[in-house]
């Protein structure tokens, strides 16, 4: 083998290097940091939660904005607004409580388990009911490790990391 093939080989490694990361970032290998959270799942949220989105509807929640992950962090600080209908219990309920994913509507749209066992004090009838499924929305749900993660990293404080 001449030194030209030699380096065509060793080219084709690192790009096989390469491709392998990025799959792994974004194929599923949700890290229980925000950022992670948001470039492998929550980015797609945008499609119906930011300004001008193709499929937000009169009745999209108006508070959450996916468009970029630093509007998506400073949004899911604030509560719900915006809600009508089955859902508008849920109107100022926070997106995420700090240290607490088992109150956290964030999980709670995509998590069933923690939807049925959801509890607010402070607005109980923001329950299962009232709670919509955002992965069926979403048409993809997200993957087990993505919950866990989500769940870590509310449990961890939420930093926006
Ligand atoms: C196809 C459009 C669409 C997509 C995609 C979507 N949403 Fe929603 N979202 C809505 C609508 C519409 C509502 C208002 C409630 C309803 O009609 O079910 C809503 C409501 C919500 C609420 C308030 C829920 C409640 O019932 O109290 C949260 C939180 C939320 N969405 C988060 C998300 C997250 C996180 C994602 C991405 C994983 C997402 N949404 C993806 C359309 C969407």
Redesign the pocket.
């Given at each position: 083998m001449n030194r030209s093939n030699l380096n065509y080989l060793a080219l084709g490694a690192v790009a096989m290097l390469a491709g392998c990361t990025t799959t792994a970032a974004s194929s599923g290998d949700p890290q229980p940091h925000f950022s992670s959270l948001y470039s492998t799942?929550?980015a797609?949220?945008a499609?119906?939660?930011a300004p001008g989105a193709v499929?937000a509807?009169s009745?999209?929640?108006k508070s959450?904005d996916f468009a970029t992950q630093a509007a998506a962090y400073t949004s899911l600080s604030g509560t719900?607004t915006g809600?009508t209908g089955n859902?508008q219990a849920?109107n100022g309920?926070a997106?995420v409580v700090k240290d607490k994913p088992a109150s956290s509507?964030?999980l709670a749209?995509?998590d069933s388990a923690t939807r049925t066992a959801i509890d607010l004090t402070a607005t109980p009838n923001?329950d299962h009911n009232?709670?919509?499924d955002?992965a069926l929305?979403?048409g993809t749900p997200p993957s087990a490790a993505f919950l866990t993660a989500l769940n870590t990293w509310i449990a961890n404080g939420a930093p926006n990391d």
């Open positions: 799942y929550l797609n949220c499609q119906c939660h499929g509807t009745t999209t929640e959450l719900a809600l859902q849920c309920v997106f509507l964030l749209v995509l923001c009232a709670i919509s955002m929305k979403m």
